[in-house]
């Protein structure tokens, strides 16, 4: 009871953040926030479910932006019908990737994601005057003209997409895909076509990532090789490490304390990424299961035994 | 051709260097370092502030900043790692948070601007025409001497030996008295050591700024995965490859697909080998 | 528990508020002016952009200000991001409510914060990035973005141009060294670059045995080194903005190649460089727009003014944000208002003595170029770390010496 209380708070809380921020800037930042969890939570449904950690999540962030950006400029499709183009495309490159390398183990799947996602930046450079190289591709139209309109647009997003992958990792789905990452042999044994649905998990996880990166880039107005970075799939893995792999919902605080941190921190000018660094080796040390999903889980048996 | 032999070997034993401190971490203690570039930075970092700042001649800075930076390393395995180690993923991002506050803190303290090690040998050296910095050379010569240096310590003493062990099997060396905590201490020493040493050699000729890092981690990660995780001659055999392959294609063709085919190469050889060149454990 | 869990709300919401500071106070006559500065501070460019800035304020509001008001400055970091750069100029225009906003450097993140600068309707004075791109939509979407000006440095095709003067009329035809080799970065500017230069040369009675493009993250140049002296090319023209020029040039010199080199290398046009590399730079001449001599009358002062205070030599972007400020100041004194739409048609009036040359804009708001407007030199390094301007002829201070690996 209490964590539908906190959670309908939380909630209303995010619904009315237009009304009592004051600041365009700090919505902005909020708006991005939304954005980093839908990326951080298709990781963790991904990897958190499945324990096969992805390094390349930003091949997938980048896929959906960069498809956004090129229809945006070539072609008269409206953004609102890119989004969905975007999420398709990006679910394509999972399965290009995913077939051959998702019968690897731990690092070895890691180092072939960081590979593949280092080869897509690699083309943004190769194919310069398409993908517009190192500048990217700016001049993008806006999903929603209006900032709290976006605002909007991007929680809306946010919650479906949370809705959609608590559902399905709390499915009869899910609980196999957990099973893989007990013990994979034994689920092999039993019949199970552990490649198959591995492949569909990192189809989902590329879906939703694919959709949230193409709403990045009509926010932003511009998409850039940095999406497909080493940095920010790292950054979604840290996001979601913080939050409490394997959760989903966990990697939402993470995404929301990370970005706002990284904002938040901008009165120290130069020392900024240092403190950031600083605060990362705190929890990370201290906690080591993650910030939120711990808390919430004790939230449940507080409830439970009480 | 001889250019792509001659470059090429120097470019190998320079990452063999890099990764076979990698390679050990994970042999023994099961985690991957993501603090290893920092190592390399802070070797080639500390050779210049004591050659520079302080007035060491060069000969005496180098070792010095290795012998600093090894033991950082055991710092970093003491503090950050060693109480999070049943967390693969913990140690994966703690190591990373203090890579990214060592790169800081170089940004801070040195500036982000390139700094200057001067080359510890000055004279050209000219083999078969091919010119050859006389630094390369001396990074090519004191690699494989910390090379061997290494594998007859890990063959011929008894830490080496314990070593060994506790990469073979952690409850097997416990029980016969090896102090698996005492040993990764002394693997994580080795491991900056020796990345350090590789960042002190070739600082004079490649670039010394507070990002060094970053490019030869992953190439260390990539090669001590395509290696085996936790083989030696695997990282050995591997370093070669890279190297070569990187040193060849750049030859070849075009220096601007190097890190392209770099890549490829690498995607395609967990596809189609998936433990490695000689890796033991299964990947699959 | 439930407090802890509530009490996290409350750290998510102060860490958010945290960058929304009091608001400022609407503009009241003697209210401070405010200038936000938008630059990546962790790198030197960064840092003297606020500190050329600085300067420049300190002696305007030492003669009384602009319209009787002070001039403040208020410095986002951009870094080299762009998401970062986007939400520096979103905390710049519409926390801090600056009146305009000077900066810059990478033009990526310059290209990215474009539309939200013409969105927060800010004047902007670029002082760091030279992508084309940038100025390209003054013309094409001028009720939008008639925001933007390049004060500094000059559009890469602009620099192009004055490369293929010197190779053509410097380095062929008086130096006689006709067969060039060129090497650049694999990046977009270059990319956009190249044709224009080789074409260029080529008419200009010059051959190009070579054109070859490298990975902007290259350790190791002995392949194309190799490649360039099987060419046959009697001079190597670089090209290199991002990637390590350090090593370049601390390899072309370790691998004695017999070849003279040059062209644009934006890390080499820093003072400190030759320090930085050891003194292997010697003989490279490269494309400088900004160096300690009399180029215009306000150099050699701004220089020393900047040495004095700061206790180290400026790079680029310290002149740059120094004019930006002062024709500013006067744009808005003329205009005698702050006012975005007026002070705009001010500055397109500009025409001002900078740092670096004459300042004024084309009528895409981009600097000036040509004889009388901004101009580059070529600067070669020599013994000592000295620096001689071997070219144009007018501007020349010292004479071309050939590398001694390169003499015959």
Redo the contacts between chains.
């Keep these: 009871m209490a964590r539908i209380a906190l959670l309908v708070l939380l909630l209303a809380l995010l619904a009315s953040a237009p009304l009592w921020i004051g600041s365009g800037y700090a919505l902005s930042v909020l708006v991005l926030c939304n954005l980093w969890a839908v990326f951080a939570i298709s990781w963790d449904f991904m990897s958190g479910q499945t324990g096969r950690e992805n390094f390349g999540h930003g091949m997938f962030i980048g896929t959906g932006a960069y498809t956004a950006a090129l229809l945006n400029l070539h072609t008269v499709v409206s953004p609102a019908a890119c989004l969905p183009i975007a999420g398709v495309a990006a679910a394509a490159v999972a399965v290009v990737i995913g077939l051959p390398t998702l019968r690897l183990k731990g690092p070895y799947f890691a180092l072939a994601t960081l590979a593949a996602a280092a080869i897509l930046q690699r083309f943004t450079i190769i194919f310069w005057e398409q993908m517009g190289g190192e500048e990217g591709l700016s001049g993008l139209s806006s999903l929603v003209s209006s900032p709290v309109g976006f605002y909007y647009a991007s929680l809306a997003f946010l919650v479906l997409a949370t809705g959609a992958l608590v559902t399905l990792a709390a499915s009869p789905w899910g609980i196999l895909l957990r099973g893989i990452r007990g013990d994979e042999v034994a689920c092999d044994a039993a019949g199970i076509s552990t490649t198959r649905h591995k492949i569909g998990a990192l189809v989902v996880s590329a879906f939703v990532a694919g959709v949230g990166g193409a709403m990045y880039a009509f926010f932003q107005l511009q998409a850039g090789p940095y999406l497909l970075g080493v940095n920010t799939s790292l950054s979604v893995i840290i996001m979601s490490y913080v939050g409490g792999i394997g959760t989903v919902y966990g990697a939402i605080g993470g995404a929301f304390l990370l970005t706002g941190l990284g904002e938040g921190l901008r009165r120290f000018g130069e020392y900024r990424l240092l403190f950031n660094s600083v605060f990362l080796i705190f929890i990370v040390f201290f906690l080591p299961r993650g910030l939120f999903a711990p808390l919430w889980q004790r939230l449940r048996r507080r409830a439970e035994t009480a | 051709m001889l250019?792509i032999l001659l470059?090429g070997a120097v470019?190998s034993a320079v990452y063999a260097l890099l990764a076979i401190g990698f390679t050990l971490v994970f042999g023994v203690a099961r985690v991957?370092n993501l603090a290893h570039g920092s190592f390399y930075a802070l070797g080639a970092y500390l050779t210049f502030a004591f050659g520079t700042r302080l007035g060491l001649p060069l000969f005496a800075a180098g070792p010095c900043a290795v012998i600093a930076v090894a033991g950082f390393g055991v710092v970093v395995e003491r503090v950050?790692v060693r109480?999070?180690r049943r967390?693969?993923?913990?140690v994966l991002?703690?190591t990373?948070?203090?890579a990214?506050?060592v790169e800081?803190?170089l940004?801070?303290v040195f500036?982000?601007?390139?700094?200057?090690v001067?080359?510890f040998v000055a004279a050209?050296v000219s083999i078969a025409h091919v010119?050859?910095?006389g630094?390369?050379v001396l990074a090519f010569v004191v690699s494989l001497a910390l090379l061997a240096a290494l594998r007859t310590f890990l063959l011929g003493t008894r830490n080496g030996a314990a070593i060994l062990a506790v990469a073979q099997d952690p409850e097997g060396a416990q029980s016969v008295g090896i102090d698996p905590n005492r040993t990764f201490s002394l693997v994580m020493a080795l491991s900056a050591g020796l990345a350090a040493a590789a960042g002190v050699l070739v600082s004079?000729?490649?670039?010394v700024?507070p990002t060094m890092g970053?490019?030869p981690m992953?190439k260390a990660?990539?090669i001590v995965?395509l290696g085996g995780?936790g083989s030696i001659p695997g990282t050995l055999l591997a370093a070669l490859a890279l190297g070569y392959s990187?040193?060849a294609v750049?030859?070849l063709t075009?220096?601007?697909?190097?890190?392209?085919v770099s890549?490829?190469a690498?995607?395609l050889t967990?596809?189609l080998r998936?433990?490695?060149f000689l890796g033991a454990r299964?990947?699959? | 528990m439930r407090t802890t869990v509530i009490g996290l709300q409350f750290l998510l919401a102060a860490v958010i508020g945290m960058s929304a500071p009091g608001q400022a106070a609407p503009a009241a006559a003697g209210a401070p002016i405010r200038i936000g500065i938008t630059t990546p501070m962790q790198l030197a460019v960064g840092r003297d952009s606020q500190d050329g800035a600085q300067l420049a304020i300190d002696e305007i509001n030492a003669k009384g200000g602009v319209l009787g008001r002070r001039l403040e400055m208020v410095v986002a970091d951009e870094t080299e991001n762009p998401e970062t750069g986007i939400t520096a100029v979103k905390k710049l225009t519409s926390d801090e409510k600056v009146d305009v906003l000077v900066g810059g450097y990478s033009s990526g993140v310059t290209l990215a914060q474009l539309p939200h600068i013409s969105t927060a309707k800010t004047i902007y004075l670029g002082i760091g990035a030279a992508s084309p791109a940038i100025t390209a939509k003054v013309k094409t979407d001028n009720e939008n973005y008639k925001y933007i000006f390049r004060v500094n440095p000059l559009n890469s095709k602009w620099l192009a141009a004055s490369l293929v003067d010197f190779v053509v009329n410097f380095v062929g035809a008086e130096k006689g060294l006709k067969k060039i080799a060129i090497v650049g970065e694999s990046a977009k500017w270059v990319q956009d670059l190249v044709p224009a230069l080789k074409k260029g040369i080529v008419d200009g009675g010059s051959q190009v045995p070579l054109a070859e493009f490298f990975d902007v993250q290259t350790s190791d140049f002995s392949p194309l080194f190799s490649k360039v002296r099987a060419s046959g090319a009697e001079f190597l023209v670089v090209i290199v903005s991002h990637a390590s020029s350090d090593v370049l040039v601390k390899q072309w010199y370790d691998a004695r190649v017999p070849i003279p080199i040059g062209g644009i290398d934006v890390k080499s046009q820093d003072p400190d460089f030759f320090g930085r590399v050891g003194g292997k730079a010697i003989g490279e001449t490269v494309l400088v727009g900004f160096l300690r001599a009399a180029v215009t009358p306000k150099t050699i002062p701004f220089w020393d003014a900047f040495v004095k205070r700061f206790q180290r030599n400026p790079v680029y972007t310290a002149g740059g944000a120094y004019d930006a400020i002062h024709l500013y100041a006067e744009a808005a004194a003329r205009a005698k208002t702050i006012e975005a739409g007026p002070v705009i048609k001010e500055l397109e009036k500009t025409d001002m003595v900078g740092t670096a040359g004459r300042i004024a804009f084309d009528d895409t708001h981009d600097l000036r170029y040509g004889p009388g407007y901004a101009q580059v030199m070529f600067v070669q390094w020599q013994e000592g770390g000295k620096r001689a301007i071997v070219w144009p002829k007018e501007r020349a201070d010292g004479k071309f010496v050939l590398p001694a690996m390169a003499k015959k």
């Design positions: 250019e470059y470019t991957l950050f109480p999070l967390s693969p993923l913990a991002l703690i990373l948070a203090v990214l506050l800081q803190g940004f801070l500036g982000s601007e390139v700094r200057n001067p080359a050209n010119d050859l910095g630094q390369r004079p000729f490649l670039t700024q970053l490019l992953i990660f990539s995965i995780l990187e040193t750049a030859y075009s220096g601007s697909y190097t890190e392209l890549l490829v690498i995607l967990l596809v998936p433990s490695g299964a990947a699959m």
